[in-house]
């Protein structure tokens, strides 16, 4: 019966006369003239093997032993297994891309992304996916407490909802479809569905050209909607119980992740404190921002305007979250609800410097919805099945999303958010 | 402060001088002669409004109403509100494509999936959407509490794993990428990383052309994989305690959906008695059954063989469940493990006439890999990224995978698996 690297010391107290069967990696190994240890890695962390004789092992080659438990304050974990046998399951190639029990720093990111297989067996790479595990099941417990039901929709549509250009095309036996950009059309016609509240976790594309370390084609979307809603700031509300649930749980199940990256989470009163600061205000701040360190005018929520945000949210309000409301219609997509001639019930939260959610509530009413279209060079004919979702009784609605990789990435401080996704795909980048 | 129609009772026990507000859609009008009945429906279920005047509305309308909360056995749900005031929020169209309210056999499958936004407004199709919102919470929290990490993969592939046919191709920048069959590489490569344990709720992608009450082109595929197993025995015991927690969690909250559909789920002792058996001899089984009720020879699992080995499976273990194991080496993909020249560590899982899992133990030696590909005329020079899983150290591993669509179908009998997708993709269908 195998015992885990992380109950070898429970064996080591309880029973050091019954021998423990363990298996996993081999991280490391060092020869202290005359007694050789392994420090053996499996999926719950590390134990020391100690060795009568140099094993012929290469390092990540996975092999079983079996041994005494025993108590060693200097070993990792505080225990290790003084080896009786040893059988190498599975060798590795004594070449390995880079040294993964090294400084990642070293390997470089496009290396570390090369050997996926390899780069997750590092500690610190482990965590990431260890944090986004927990981000996805806090996400879907908050919201099924809130009485959210979770759906599944088409990745393949007839056409995008946030306009026709950034579409990955499909050959669909003998027609052309698109990968899905977002669920956005599903989504609200869930709620209208008389669901009222639906979430999806799913992959959304988008073509874009740019690589950034923002930026990538293909994305987890953290997808919310929920009918009978009056604006916004129900929406930005959900938020704040669902982000402080997440970063709760993270904290909680996470500790040790968090620690390998000397990242924390925010606590329940500073997303609570988070402001809410409409977008001509927004914009201005950090303009007023941007000039006092000498930097140039800003005139919208570009990325720089993003840093300085969440810095001043930071410094005057004690919270590195901020919720920028009354975005510009001009900015906004068809679907948006206006609040006036100029400005839109939407928002965008911004957490350490960086967006992570875009939501807002939706326009509900068919005829406002056909006298929108041509502002937006949108046909009613292209636009069925969004009439649909209009014409036979839809409730106030709205939603948001929120970035998978760009919430990981934020959490534990990764520059990049491609390094929040096990298999990122780029420009370049179609492979493993 | 709105209530739900399932709390209105609670309402009219306790304060029923008390006003309430409920909002939601147009389910039924009944005018009794003088006294006129709305039943609206909500999220939560349907109340009787009884109002003094007909209502100028049109069915599927969303309404806001606000009256006193009373008891009324003859209502359904036993309460209803005497509506002071009421609000159209929304109306809808005064000719639906289809009655929601009424018998969906009428409508027919095309008009059910051409109006999702209807036809999940009725509370039978909207029960098979509930209870396949339990189905992914229930598998993922199974396997959480066994350890295994979720993970999410890229749905788009450089070549396929299950063979290079059967691909959807997809225009990615300058060169063409496919969407993945199943994240088979992928999770073995995290279970290889480290991880162990993992598993992934996603979309998956068969390019296949027929159209049968079993196949949709892009479904929802609940996988599974874990290393430091023995044989595919180990695999069929965590599917029986997943499908045993599934079937007891979609019992405990979706009670009323089955109900609608007059349908029940296996008992934790039914799912232990499923029986395994051989390919061979359950293709002999079969054989002999359809020979003594007069049908044709079968010569391998075809859906008439899934069908009675079922049949048999409940008639001599009380399970509606059955294991076939040891398929031929012919009939499995390279990455399989042989158990013996001819056979596979490897199986099938039929439910109710039906497969609903296939999986197996996999190949983990990176030398019988490259001895087995010229079998399956396969190129080492373009299995690099299969290459590399195998040769830094792979751990014996194996795994499944459980069709979300058809689990949910057989579990309700619905007879074609594209009622229980939101919006089904076949060859035809690829909107809305």
């Not at 890695?41 to 590390?46: A, K, P, V, Y």
């Not at 959900?238 to 992740?257: M, Q, Y």
């Not at 760009?406 to 179609?430: C, M």
Request: glycine content about 6%; some cysteine; hydrophobic content about 40%.
């Amino acid at each position: 019966m195998r015992v885990l690297a992380k109950n070898i010391i429970e064996a080591a107290r309880k029973s050091p006369d019954t021998e423990v069967e363990a298996s996993g990696w081999v991280h490391r190994i060092r020869d202290m003239g005359g007694v050789n240890f392994v420090i053996l890695r499996d999926r719950s962390g590390m134990v020391q093997l100690v060795l009568n004789e140099k094993p012929e092992l290469n390092l990540e080659s996975v092999i079983k032993v079996k041994g005494l438990p025993a108590l060693n304050e200097k070993a990792p974990g505080g225990a290790e297994i003084r080896v009786s046998s040893m059988e190498i399951i599975s060798p590795a190639a004594a070449e390995l891309p880079f040294q993964v029990n090294g400084d990642l720093a070293k390997a470089g990111l496009e290396t570390i992304l090369d050997n996926r297989i390899l780069s997750v067996r590092n500690p610190k790479i482990h965590a990431i996916f260890n944090v986004q595990a927990t981000i996805v099941e806090a996400f879907s417990a908050y919201l099924r407490s809130q009485d959210f039901t979770e759906i599944k929709t088409s990745k393949l549509v007839w056409g995008g909802t946030e306009g026709g250009t950034e579409l990955f095309e499909v050959e669909y036996f003998d027609r052309k479809v698109y990968l899905a950009q977002s669920p956005q059309f599903y989504k609200e016609t869930m709620v209208a569905s008389g669901m009222e509240r639906v979430f999806e976790v799913a992959p959304a594309y988008r073509a874009e050209k740019h690589d950034t370390p923002r930026h990538i084609n293909e994305y987890i979307s953290l997808d919310v909607e929920m009918g009978f809603i009056e604006s916004e700031l129900d929406l930005i509300e959900l938020e704040r119980g669902l982000l402080t649930h997440i970063f709760a749980l993270v904290n909680e199940k996470n500790s040790a992740d968090l620690v390998l990256w000397n990242a924390s989470v925010p606590a329940a009163e500073a997303v609570a404190a988070a402001p809410v600061i409409g977008y001509e205000d927004a914009v201005k701040l950090a303009s007023d921002l941007s000039a006092k360190s000498g930097g140039a005018k800003i005139f919208d929520i570009n990325p720089e305007a993003e840093r300085l945000l969440c810095e001043w949210a930071k410094n005057e309000h004690a919270s590195e979250l901020v919720f920028v409301n009354e975005f510009p219609r001009r900015y906004r997509p068809f679907y948006t609800y206006p609040s006036d001639a100029n400005r839109t019930m939407s928002f965008d939260a911004l957490f350490r410097g960086l967006e992570i959610t875009t939501g807002g509530r939706r326009q509900h009413s068919y005829e406002a919805f056909v006298e929108v279209l041509p502002r937006f060079n949108l046909k009613l004919e292209n636009m069925q099945n969004y009439a649909a979702l209009l014409q036979y009784g839809c409730p106030p609605h709205g939603g948001f999303a929120i970035g998978l990789e760009r919430l990981t990435a934020r959490i534990l401080g990764l520059p990049n958010i491609k390094e929040a996704s096990l298999f990122p795909r780029d420009r370049k980048r179609v492979s493993p």
